[in-house]
């Protein structure tokens, strides 16, 4: 199988990005328009239903290096969130503590790992953690 430009996955990613995911419940889109590398992006979470998470908001930086989509994305919180994946200090997501990260594929999507993400909230031991006040950065 041929393997695909880097520009021309992340643009479809991005057109992707821009219609909406499923339910609605993660978006994703370039954090400026004339970043020709595409290289940074922003990414919005909204908390999953029955859980400490639910109707909160979570802003992410997601960063697409040269090396994406061989190597995962760099994911960072914006929104406080306490989650075993994030640090606590820095919000930025710990690649060996979030599976499709640690085992990522050159398959796998920035919709990929936002959807990894709300599930990792709604999983029975994080779905009752004690979350920062909400509205709160790091």
């Known amino acids: 199988m041929a393997k695909v430009p880097r520009s021309f996955r992340l ?25 020709i590398l595409m290289e940074k992006w922003n990414g919005t979470i909204i908390g999953p239903g029955h859980s400490v998470h639910e109707n909160r908001i979570y802003s992410l930086n997601i960063v697409c290096d040269a090396s994406y989509p061989d190597q995962p994305p760099s994911i960072t919180f914006l929104t406080r969130i306490n989650l075993p994946c994030v640090h606590p ?10 599976p499709v990260l640690s085992a990522w594929k050159h398959n796998y999507t920035l919709e990929t790992v936002l959807v990894e993400l709300r599930r990792d909230m709604a999983t029975p031991t994080n779905r009752k953690l004690p979350q920062p006040v909400e509205g709160t950065n790091f």
């Open 11 to 35: 643009l479809e990613e991005l057109e992707k990005g821009e219609k909406g995911i499923g339910d609605g419940t993660c978006s994703y889109g370039l954090a400026d328009g004339d970043d």
């Open 89 to 98: 200090t820095t919000g930025k997501v710990d690649p060996s503590k979030l």
